[in-house]
């Protein structure tokens, strides 16, 4: 059929038309909400660069964070906790008391319906900010495995649901789910940190988490920015040894990656829509230089388009709102 009988823009001609015919679905459904935890009462400590942004108390968490989450459709939520001590190995980790594991018991007691996700690294804990035991000023790979699987079991003792290794050890997912096993919680899952890129876009996040290496950084451990066939290996290396789901980070930079692991792998995706994303278009937006909401609506659906089965976002709560808004216009 030659022009002018086909014009694709019949199609695109109301919104009504170009609702019936999208390819792609973004709901609150599909999105996470990451929250830091400290200890105390009754505090939110805006992190100033991330605006919206705040490390909260288990009370804050409950009585503010969730339930205007739930108000908007967002169930799910990535706990981060900020330790009142720190040491070498990052004891308060996993501790029985320590702040991430208070939260999820209280969250599990009050809002038993919210899907609890877990970080589970050392990098927030330790007194030197890397993602495992130190030995010669390096991380020791294997001795770090034991630890991750002291966190896991104690988050997952809490109540967790899924439990997310993210400091891109080799072997941290099988170390995980033979700890899980061992201690009774076969029923809980494992989003692996898969593919994790070492990214300049994680800066903000580490002001966030009060994370960052006291020397040197995490190259040693993190993906090279340049690589993706080494990202279909550590993802299928992951699979392998028992991981539920995968992620990708960090989101924007790396759409064509998020596409080879969807093409690569059958386990749900998620991909992380990281602070330096976040901060990016939150300092754009306060100068008028482009429209927040429609550029937040527009990078995560393209993280959907690219394969992602859910997305890990500070914008969590925003976007579903205006999902929302969107729903009931005519």
Same mark, same amino acid.
């Given at each position: 059929m030659s022009f002018p009988a086909e014009r694709t823009r019949r199609l695109r001609r109301t919104a009504a038309l170009r609702r019936l015919v999208s390819e792609t679905a973004l709901s609150a459904a599909d999105l996470i909400q990451p929250i830091f935890v400290?200890?105390?009462?009754?505090?939110? +400590?805006?992190?100033?660069?991330?605006? @919206?942004?705040?490390?909260?108390?288990?009370?804050e968490v409950l009585d503010q964070e969730i339930e205007s989450l739930r108000e908007?459709? &967002?169930?799910? &939520?990535?706990?981060?906790?900020?330790?009142?001590?720190?040491?070498?190995?990052?004891?308060?980790?996993?501790?029985?008391?320590?702040?991430?594991? +208070?939260?999820?018991? !209280?969250?599990?007691?009050? &809002?038993?319906? $919210?899907?609890?996700? $877990?970080?589970?690294?050392?990098?927030?804990? $330790?007194?030197h900010g890397h993602c495992g035991v130190l030995r010669h000023d390096e991380v020791d790979n294997d001795a770090t495995l034991e630890i991750l699987g002291k966190v896991a079991l104690s988050h997952a003792a809490a109540g967790a649901d899924v439990v997310a290794p993210s400091g891109m050890m080799d072997g941290m997912v099988q170390a995980i789910r033979s700890a899980l096993d061992d201690? @009774?919680?076969?029923?809980?899952?494992?989003?692996?940190?898969? &593919? /994790?890129?070492?990214?300049?876009?994680? @800066?903000?996040?580490?002001?966030?988490?009060?994370?960052?290496?006291?020397? @040197?950084?995490? /190259?040693?451990?993190?993906?090279?920015?340049?690589?993706v066939r080494e990202a279909l290996r550590e993802a299928r290396l992951d699979v392998a040894e028992g991981a539920d789901m995968l992620m990708v980070k960090p989101a924007l930079a790396y759409l064509d990656v998020v596409r080879a692991v969807h093409q690569a792998t059958d386990v749900p995706l998620v991909t992380y829509n990281v602070s330096g994303e976040y901060?990016?278009?939150?300092?754009?937006?306060? !100068?008028?230089?482009?429209?927040? +909401?429609?550029?937040?609506?527009?990078?995560?659906?393209?993280? +959907? !388009?690219a394969g992602a089965s859910a997305i890990v976002t500070y914008h969590a709560k925003d976007a579903a709102g205006w999902l929302s808004a969107d729903s009931t216009t005519p």
């Open positions: 400290v200890h105390g009462s009754g505090v939110r +400590r805006a992190i100033a660069s991330m605006p @919206g942004v705040a490390q909260l108390s288990v009370d908007v459709g &967002v169930s799910a &939520v990535l706990l981060f906790g900020i330790p009142a001590v720190k040491d070498a190995i990052g004891s308060e980790n996993f501790a029985e008391d320590g702040i991430v594991q +208070r939260a999820i018991r !209280r969250i599990r007691e009050r &809002v038993p319906q $919210t899907v609890v996700m $877990t970080d589970v690294c050392c990098c927030e804990y $330790t007194d201690g @009774g919680f076969s029923s809980r899952a494992i989003l692996s940190y898969a &593919v /994790k890129y070492a990214s300049a876009f994680y @800066g903000p996040f580490r002001d966030a988490a009060d994370s960052a290496p006291s020397f @040197g950084d995490r /190259k040693g451990y993190q993906m090279d920015p340049a690589n901060a990016m278009v939150k300092a754009a937006a306060e !100068r008028g230089w482009l429209d927040e +909401r429609a550029v937040v609506l527009e990078a995560l659906t393209s993280m +959907r !388009r």
